[in-house]
Each structure stands twice: as structure tokens, then as C-alpha cells.
Antibody
Framework: EIQLVESGGGLVQPGRSLRVSCVAS????????MYWVRQAPGKGLEWVSS????????GYVDSVKGRFSISRDNGKNSLYLQMNSLRQEDSALYYC??????????????WGQGTMVTVSA | QSALTQPASVSGSPGQSITISCTGT?????????VSWYQKHPGKGPKVIIY???KRPSGVSYRFSGSKSGTTASLTISGLQPEDEADYYC??????????FGGGTRLTVL
């Protein structure tokens, strides 16, 4: 069974940093692109970042460029999102998702349950 | 990276068919046949029901179908069932390793 388990969320002050993680199981992790997608309370889904199977292709939504960094460790079946200079508008449930294939143009397929990030003083 | 446009809500009675539209631009839906649709129930992670415009993943009911015309994609749900009541999101690849989602549509089964 494919599983994606996010962790690392919590309450953080504006301007501080936080790293969220996602551990994958049930599939060959390094064969697939991975994604972070967030949902603010009462709002819709927002794509945050994508990374190809070999980390060669990476994309970010404009609002997080220069502040967030996606990475993966294929040896540990893990995906990460380093979030710096956090803002209140970054408060959201952050989902990790596995793509249909190895490219970042392959849509997100399987999703985790999410980890909540709250940015507040 | 402008969000795709979806109606805020649609409704239908059991057994009926409904269609949800998703309007993008020539930079996303208009140029890529890479639209996906997600069903989201409260408290659960999204579930993909259509990918690459019209493909259904294994295990997804035939009642769900996707299509595209120009810069607008559509999701049709036939034979509405109570368990179809959920939020539905479209998404499209936008090039340069970017994706964009629609604002979501709340489906109410009357």
C-alpha cells in the first residue's frame, strides 16, 4: 500500500523558519516526481512546489520563490520543504503528493493527510 | 500563475448528470493536455479522478469523465450519488515546472 506521511508542522512566528517532511512507502520513491500542495483554512488547494525524480527539475509558486526550498533524499524515501521567512499567509495544511511519473509534468496522484503549519505571533 | 476559474458551487439530484467547468489560458489548459481533477471530502486528502484531461485512474468510477475545448476543461459526473457530494478541483500543468489549481467547486447532491 502506498503511504505518504507528512510531519514537522506546528506553530511558528512570522519571519522564522520551519522544515516539513514527508516519508514515502509502498513504491519505488526515486521513480516519481513529488509535490507540495497547501490548503489554507477555508480556502482551496494551492500548488507550492514540484521536484522531479532526480531533483533536476524544480518549480515554485511565485509567492514562495526565494523563501521556500524543496528537496528529496531518495536513499531515505523522503521529501522536504524548507520554509524560511514565513508569513501569516503561509498558514495552511501542507500536503505531500506523489506524481504519476518521474517528470514534474506528471500530475500529482497519491496524497498524504497533510501537516498543519500555523504562522502567528 | 493565475488560478484557474471554476464555479463556486453546483448541485444536482441523485441520478442526474452535472458538469463543472475549469477555465484557464493559452499558457496552461490551452497548450497542455495535462488537466487533472481531484475530489476532496472534508478531513481527507484529495483523490485524483481524472488526469491528462480524460484518463481515469484504476478504481475510479466510469461515471466520472473529463474533456477539454480550447482553454476550458470540463468534468462531468453522471448518475449522481450521495457520496459524490464533495469539493472538486481542477489543475493544469503550466510549463516551466509549474502547476496551477482552480478555486474549487462545491458539489451538493440534493
Amino acid at each position: 500500500e502506498i503511504q505518504l506521511v507528512e510531519s514537522g508542522g506546528g506553530l511558528v512566528q512570522p519571519g522564522r523558519s520551519l522544515r516539513v517532511s514527508c516519508v514515502a512507502s509502498g513504491f519505488t520513491f526515486d521513480d516519481y516526481a513529488m509535490y507540495w500542495v497547501r490548503q489554507a483554512p477555508g480556502k482551496g488547494l494551492e500548488w507550492v512546489s514540484s521536484i522531479s525524480w532526480n531533483s533536476g527539475n524544480i518549480g515554485y509558486v511565485d509567492s514562495v520563490k526565494g523563501r521556500f526550498s524543496i528537496s528529496r533524499d531518495n536513499g531515505k524515501n523522503s521529501l522536504y520543504l524548507q520554509m524560511n521567512s514565513l508569513r501569516q499567509e503561509d498558514s495552511a495544511l501542507y500536503y505531500c503528493a506523489k506524481g504519476f511519473g518521474e517528470l514534474v509534468s506528471d500530475a500529482p496522484e497519491i496524497w498524504g493527510q497533510g501537516t498543519m503549519v500555523t504562522v502567528s505571533a | 500563475q493565475s488560478a484557474l476559474t471554476q464555479p463556486a458551487s453546483v448541485s444536482g439530484s441523485p441520478g442526474q448528470s452535472i458538469t463543472i467547468s475549469c477555465t484557464g489560458t493559452s499558457a496552461d489548459i490551452g497548450i497542455f493536455n495535462l488537466v487533472s481533477w481531484y475530489q476532496k471530502h472534508p478531513g481527507k486528502g484529495p483523490k485524483v479522478i481524472i488526469y491528462e484531461g480524460s484518463k481515469r485512474p484504476s478504481g475510479v468510477s466510469y461515471r466520472f469523465s473529463g474533456s477539454k475545448s480550447g482553454t476550458t476543461a470540463s468534468l462531468t459526473i453522471s448518475g449522481l450519488q450521495p457520496e459524490d457530494e464533495a469539493d472538486y478541483y481542477c489543475s493544469s500543468y503550466g510549463g516551466s515546472y509549474n502547476w496551477v489549481f482552480g478555486g474549487g467547486t462545491r458539489l451538493t447532491v440534493l
